[in-house]
C-alpha cells in the first residue's frame, strides 16, 4: 500500500468538497482495499464515507425499498423486504465480505460479476446521487463503467416491491462471484430478465422478457436460442457456457416464481 | 492395564489450547530486537536475460539497509539451490540439474523468481525502494506445459541441458509388459492428465535470520517440515556457516504439505544476509509470493496400458509418463515422479509384468516437488483409473474386478515387479466394509431415482496403496537419495518423574504432541499432562530428518518407542537393585517395575527420581534417566484401503454433488483415532480439491500465472465437501516395533481417482482432472 490522505468528513457536502482527480471514495472497500494492498492504485486521498449516517439503512416506503449507499450485504440481508433482494445480498461472498462490503460500493464499482447489477436492472430500482436520479437501465454503461460524473455520490437505491422475483447465481467456485447471475422480475413495468457475469456489465435479455410476458413458464424460455457473442469467456467459463447458463438460470428463476 | 490416554486413545490434542487461545507462535509472530524487513524483487517475465541491475537509486530510499543482488552472493561463495536424489536415466547417465543460485544472476526462469533482496527498517520502505531498482530484461521465449518443453522445436530453457529434458528414466520389464499387451485378450488405453497443484499452506513460507557476531552464530527460524535437513544443506552445500554455527528453528509452522521440506532461495538469502549485514532479517510471503513461488504439485502427462485377460485379470501395465518439474530441480523433485511414482504402479494387485519411463522436462514455470502423496497420488490415479475403465470396456463390475485381482491376505511378503516388497494387508475385507457401509448393492435404484430428477448419479472406486514411513536408509540411499531416512528420539525424565521428548520430526499441524505423549504415557505410565513433546529446534533436539511420506510416526514414533526400550532396560536394573532382585525378575508393565511372584514394585516416577538421586543405587548404572535412539526402519510401510464415492452431476449445469463418501483404510495399529480421522478427512479435503477445485494455470502466451490468487485458484471449502464416513481396519506393520503404518496422506492419494471415477460412471465418459462445472456439461451434453 502507498501513503495517502484519509479524510472521514461527516456530510454528502464535505464529500464533494474533497473530491477531486486524486481523490478515491471509501465505502466497504472490498474492492479498493485489496487493490490498494497490491500497489494497484494510488490515490493522494481516501474519502471514507463510513461516518455519514444518512447513507446507511433499509427503509421500506410503500410499495418501495430505500437503501441507504453505505447500507452492508449483510444488512440488506436481514431486512431488505424484498426476498430476492435479501437472497441475493445474502449471497455475495462470505460473512466477512457481507459485513464489510455495501450497496453503493458494488453498484459504483460495476464488477462485472458482482450480484447487485442484476437486483438493481432486474428490479428497475433507481439510483439517486448528490445530483439526480438515475433510472437503472441507464446507470450501469460498460466494464467498470456506470453513468456517474465526476464528483457524484450515490446516496441511496430506490427499489419497486415487485409482485415477484428470484435471482439464481452460478458462483465461480474460487472467487464466489458470479459466473452468471439472472434476475428475473415481475415488475409493474412489466416482465424484466437482468443478467450479471456473462457479459462485460449487466444487461436484460429482450427476448426471454417478451417470451416470459407471453407465458411466465419455463418452457416459454426452452426455444429461445442464447448467443454466445459477447459473452465473457476465461479459464472459469467460456463464451458458450455462459450463454447455457443464462437459459438454464432462467427458467430455474421462473420455476422458483411460480413455486 | 488400560490407559485412557494411551495407544488407541482419542485423545484430544494437547496443543490445540495454544492454537485456539491464539497463542501459536508462528515465525511472523516472532520480532527480534533490531529487525530489519526483506522484500524480494521477482522477476516479470517467465524467461529473460538479465541485462543489468541498477540499485542506485533504491539504495537511497528512505530506510534501506542495503540491496542485495545474485552476484554478491556468488562473491561471497553461497553455493547454489541443490536437489538432494540423484536420478539415473535410461542410458545411465545422471540427471540433469541447472546450476540454480538463490538469487538470479544472468537469467530469470519463471514469473516469480528471485531477483534481489531489499533490506529496509520497515517493510513499506522494502517495497517502496523494490519498486526503484531497475532491472534490464531482454525477453526470451518461454514454453508452459512439459510437452511442449520436450518437443524437438520447444525453447531452450538452460544452455547446457539439451531438449529440457532433465532425465529418462525407467523401471520394470519393458519386454514383459509389451509381450503381455501384445497378446492379451482386451487392453485399456489412456492418455491422463495429473494437473497442477499450488500447496497453499494456511501459513505462508517465511524466514527469520538472527547473527550474533559475539559468538559468530547465525540463527535462522524459518517454515521448516525437517529444520535438520535445512540446516545440514545450507551448511554443507550452501555454505552459509559451518553445521555448529547454525541453529534452524522451526517453531509452530501452520501446515507444510510438503511445500515446507524444501530448501528455498528466500531462506538461503537471509541466512546468508543476516551476517553480512548483521541485522536480523525477516521475510514473510505474501500469498500472492506463495501461489508464485512454492514449489507446485503433481503435473504429470502420462499414457497408460494396461492388458487384461478374458477374467479381467491384469496380465501386464505399461506406463509413459511426462513429468514438468518446472524451471529447476527442487530438494526432492527427482525422486517425486520417480521412485515415489513408479513403485507403486503395481496398487494392490497381481501384476505379472509392470513397465514405467518417465521423462522429466524443464518448464518456464515455479519448481514442481512433493505435494501431500508426493508421486503416490499420481501413481494411484493412473492404476485406479487404468482398471475403473478397463472394467467399464469389459463389462466387469468395478468392485469385482479389483477383487479378482487383489494380491490374497497369505502372500505377504509380497515382492512388486516395480521393487516394492508389501509387508501386509488385507485388501478384500477393505473393499467389502467400504461395499457395504455404501450399500453398493442399492446403486442402481438410487441412480434410478436421481434420473427420475434429470440428475446424473454415479459410483467410484479407488482401492489404493501408498509406500510410507519414508524409509529405509541402505534402500533410499541405493536408489538414489543423498540422505539417509531414519529418525531420533530422546526421551528425558525430570527428577519429578514428568518427561521430555525430542523427536526429530517435526509437527506442522499433525498433532505429534497428542500422539507421541500418547505412546509415551502407555509405556511407562507417565500421566500425559506430563509429557511434554519438543520438537524443530536444532539447538535442542537430536539430529533429525523431520516429516513428509507419513513417516512421523512409523520411524519417529519408532525411534521413541526404541528410547522407551532403553529407559525400560535401564529401569529394571535399577528396580532390581531397590527391590533387592534380579534383574531377570522383574517385569515391567505400564511403568510399574514389580518382582515377579511378589507384590513388591516401584514405580516409573520413582525410579526416576532414584536415578537423579542416586543415593541406594547400583554401582554398574549411570545416573540419570535421559535416552537417545535413533531408529532406521526395515522396510516402507504400506497403508491401503478402498474409498467409495457417489455423486450426483446437474447435467444442464455440470456442477458435481458429492453425496456420500466411504473411506476404508488399513493403517495398522493406530494411537488415537480421532487425529487420524483429521488427517483422512484433511486428505481427502486436498485429493477432492484436485478432482474438483484446484488447477494451476499459466497462460501459455505471456507465462504469466493466472491462478495467482484465490479469485483464481479454488482450494476446496467445507461446503464443497460431504460428510466423510471414515473406518479403520489395522493390519499391524510387522516391520516396526508399533505395527503403524501412516494416515497423513492417504485422502490425498486416494480421493482423486474415487471421485473420477464416480464423476466419469455418471458420465459414461471420460474425462481429466478438475472435473470443473464446464467440462463436465459438456461431457454430459455430448459437446
Not at chain 2, 547473527?211 to 535438520?228: C, F, K, R, V, W
Amino acid at each position: 500500500m502507498y501513503e495517502f490522505d484519509y479524510k472521514r468528513p461527516g456530510t454528502i457536502d464535505e464529500v464533494a468538497g474533497l473530491l477531486n482527480d486524486d481523490t478515491v471514495l471509501l465505502a466497504g472497500g472490498q474492492t479498493l482495499i485489496p487493490t490498494l494492498k497490491q500497489r494497484l492504485a494510488q490515490p493522494e486521498t481516501l474519502v471514507d464515507l463510513s461516518a455519514i449516517e444518512s447513507l446507511r439503512g433499509v427503509c421500506p416506503d410503500g410499495d418501495q425499498l430505500a437503501i441507504g449507499a453505505m447500507t452492508t450485504h449483510a444488512e440488506v440481508a436481514n431486512k431488505a423486504t424484498i426476498p430476492a433482494l435479501a437472497s441475493l445480498a445474502g449471497g455475495i461472498g462470505d460473512a466477512q465480505v457481507r459485513n464489510r462490503g455495501t450497496i453503493g460500493g458494488s453498484i459504483a464499482n460495476n464488477d462485472p460479476a458482482a450480484d447487485y447489477p442484476a437486483a438493481v436492472v432486474g428490479l428497475n430500482a433507481v439510483v439517486n446521487t448528490n445530483r439526480r436520479t438515475i433510472a437503472a437501465d441507464d446507470f450501469f454503461t460498460d466494464l467498470f463503467e456506470t453513468a456517474l460524473e465526476e464528483g457524484e455520490i450515490i446516496t441511496n437505491v430506490t427499489f419497486p416491491k415487485p409482485e415477484a422475483a428470484a435471482y439464481i447465481k452460478f458462483d465461480n467456485p474460487a472467487s464466489r462471484y458470479a459466473i452468471v447471475g439472472v434476475m428475473v422480475a415481475k415488475t409493474s413495468a412489466g416482465i424484466r430478465v437482468a443478467v450479471t457475469g456473462a457479459g462485460p456489465c449487466v444487461f436484460r435479455q429482450a427476448e426471454m422478457e417478451a417470451a416470459l410476458s407471453a407465458s411466465f413458464t419455463p418452457q416459454a424460455l426452452e426455444n429461445i436460442a442464447v448467443s454466445a457473442d459477447g459473452l465473457n469467456s476465461d479459464i472459469h467459463a467460456s463464451a458458450e457456457y455462459r450463454a447455457n447458463l443464462i437459459k438454464v438460470l432462467a427458467k430455474r428463476a421462473v420455476v422458483q416464481i411460480n413455486g | 492395564m488400560t490407559n485412557e490416554t494411551g495407544i488407541g486413545a482419542s485423545v484430544r490434542r494437547k496443543e490445540d489450547k495454544r492454537f485456539i487461545i491464539g497463542k501459536g507462535r508462528y515465525l511472523d509472530d516472532i520480532t527480534k530486537p533490531g529487525q530489519t524487513y526483506g522484500y524480494f524483487v521477482r522477476s516479470p517475465y517467465a524467461h529473460a536475460k538479465i541485462n543489468s541491475i541498477d540499485t542506485s537509486e533504491a539504495l537511497n530510499a528512505s530506510g534501506v539497509v542495503d540491496i542485495l543482488t545474485g552476484p554478491d552472493m556468488e562473491a561471497d561463495g553461497i553455493g547454489p539451490i541443490i536437489c538432494g536424489w540423484g536420478i539415473t536415466s535410461k542410458d545411465g547417465t545422471p540427471h540433469k540439474a541447472p546450476a540454480h543460485p538463490a538469487l538470479a544472476v544472468s537469467h530469470v526462469k519463471y514469473v516469480g523468481h528471485q531477483v534481489a533482496l531489499v533490506v529496509a527498517e520497515t517493510l513499506q520502505e522494502a517495497k517502496d525502494a523494490a519498486e526503484l531498482v531497475e532491472i534490464d530484461y531482454e525477453e526470451l521465449p518461454h514454453v508452459i506445459e512439459v510437452g511442449d518443453a520436450l518437443a524437438s522445436d520447444a525453447p531452450q530453457i538452460h544452455d547446457d541441458i539439451p531438449g529440457n529434458l532433465s532425465f529418462d528414466w525407467e523401471i520394470g520389464d519393458r519386454a514383459a509388459a509389451e509381450q503381455a499387451i501384445a497378446s492379451a485378450h482386451h487392453v485399456t488405453r489412456m492418455d491422463l492428465r495429473n494437473n497442477r497443484l499450488i500447496p497453499n499452506a494456511m501459513e505462508p513460507r517465511a524466514a527469520l535470520g538472527e547473527y550474533d557476531a559475539g559468538t559468530d552464530e547465525i540463527t535462522l527460524y524459518t517454515t521448516s517440515q525437517n529444520p535438520h535437513v535445512h540446516r545440514l544443506v545450507l551448511s554443507a552445500f550452501n555454505a552459509v556457516a559451518p553445521e555448529h554455527k547454525l541453529r534452524v528453528i522451526a517453531p509452530d509452522v501452520g501446515g507444510g504439505f510438503g511445500s515446507k521440506i524444501f530448501i528455498y532461495s528466500e531462506e538461503t538469502v537471509c541466512a546468508w544476509a543476516t551476517k553480512k549485514l548483521n541485522r536480523p532479517i525477516k521475510w514473510t510471503a505474501e500469498r500472492s509470493e506463495s501461489f508464485l513461488s512454492d514449489a507446485h504439485g503433481r503435473d504429470h502427462e502420462t499414457h497408460a496400458e494396461m492388458a487384461f485377460d478374458a477374467d479381467g485379470k491384469i496380465l501386464g501395465f505399461k506406463v509413459s509418463t511426462k513429468a514438468n518439474v518446472g524451471c529447476y530441480l527442487s530438494t526432492f523433485a527427482s525422486a517425486v515422479p520417480t521412485y515415489l511414482y513408479g513403485t507403486l504402479l503395481n496398487g494392490q494387485y497381481t501384476m505379472p509384468a509392470i513397465y514405467c519411463e518417465v521423462q522429466a522436462g524443464f518448464t518456464n514455470t515455479a519448481p514442481v516437488d512433493a505435494y501431500r502423496g508426493a508421486g503416490r497420488p499420481e501413481a494411484t490415479y493412473v492404476v485406479e483409473r487404468m482398471i475403473e475403465v478397463g472394467a467399464r470396456e469389459m463389462g466387469i463390475d468395478p468392485g469385482e474386478i479389483r477383487k479378482r485381482n487383489f494380491i490374497p491376505p497369505d502372500a505377504y511378503p509380497y515382492e512388486t515387479p516395480v521393487i516394492m516388497a508389501y509387508d501386509s494387508g488385507n485388501y478384500a475385507l477393505a473393499m467389502d466394509k467400504a461395499q457395504a457401509a455404501i450399500d453398493y448393492s442399492g446403486f442402481e435404484a438410487r441412480k434410478a431415482e436421481s434420473a427420475q430428477r434429470g440428475k446424473l448419479r454415479g459410483i467410484g472406486y479407488s482401492a489404493f496403496i501408498e509406500a510410507c514411513g519414508i524409509a529405509p536408509s541402505a534402500a533410499v540411499g541405493s536408489l538414489g537419495a543423498g540422505v539417509g531416512l531414519w529418525e531420533s528420539a530422546q526421551v528425558r525424565f525430570n527428577p519429578t518423574g514428568s518427561v521430555t521428548v525430542f523427536t526429530g520430526s517435526h509437527s506442522h499441524g499433525q498433532g505429534h504432541e497428542t500422539t507421541f505423549a500418547q505412546i509415551v504415557s502407555d509405556q511407562l505410565g507417565v500421566p500425559i499432562d506430563q509429557v511434554e513433546i519438543s520438537h524443530g529446534d536444532t539447538g535442542k533436539v537430536p539430529f533429525g530428518m523431520g516429516t513428509y511420506g507419513s513417516r512421523s510416526l512409523a520411524v519417529g514414533g519408532s525411534a521413541i518407542m526404541k528410547a522407551i526400550d532403553k529407559v525400560v532396560e535401564k529401569s529394571k536394573k535399577i528396580a532390581a537393585h531397590t527391590l533387592e532382585a534380579s534383574v531377570e525378575d522383574i517385569e515391567h508393565s505400564g511403568g510399574v517395575f514389580s518382582v515377579a511372584g511378589t507384590d513388591k514394585k516401584m514405580t516409573m516416577a520413582e525410579i526416576a527420581f532414584s536415578a537423579y538421586v542416586p543415593h541406594n543405587y547400583p554401582a554398574d548404572v549411570e545416573p540419570g534417566m535421559d535416552e537417545t535412539a535413533f531408529y532406521d526402519p526395515l522396510n516402507f510401510t504400506f497403508p491401503a484401503g478402498t474409498h467409495i464415492a457417489e455423486v450426483e452431476i446437474d447435467p444442464e449445469t455440470g456442477t458435481t454433488e458429492i453425496l456420500d463418501w466411504v473411506a476404508v483404510d488399513d493403517f495398522g495399529n493406530v494411537i488415537n483415532p480421532m487425529i487420524v480421522e483429521g488427517q483422512v478427512h484433511g486428505g481427502l479435503a486436498q485429493g477432492i480439491g484436485q478432482a474438483l477445485l484446484e488447477n494451476c494455470v499459466y497462460d501459455k502466451e505471456s507465462g504469466q500465472l493466472l491462478t495467482g490468487s484465490y479469485m483464481d485458484y479454488c482450494m476446496p471449502r467445507a461446503d464443497d465437501l460431504p460428510t466423510f464416513r471414515v473406518e479403520t481396519i489395522n493390519t499391524p506393520c510387522t516391520t516396526n516395533p508399533l505395527g503403524v503404518k501412516g494416515c497423513g496422506e492417504a485422502g490425498a492419494i486416494s480421493a482423486p481417482a474415487a471421485l473420477m471415477n464416480a464423476i466419469t460412471n455418471a458420465l459414461g465418459k471420460e474425462i481429466d482432472m478438475p472435473a470443473t462445472p464446464e467440462k463436465v456439461w459438456r461431457a454430459a451434453q455430448g459437446l
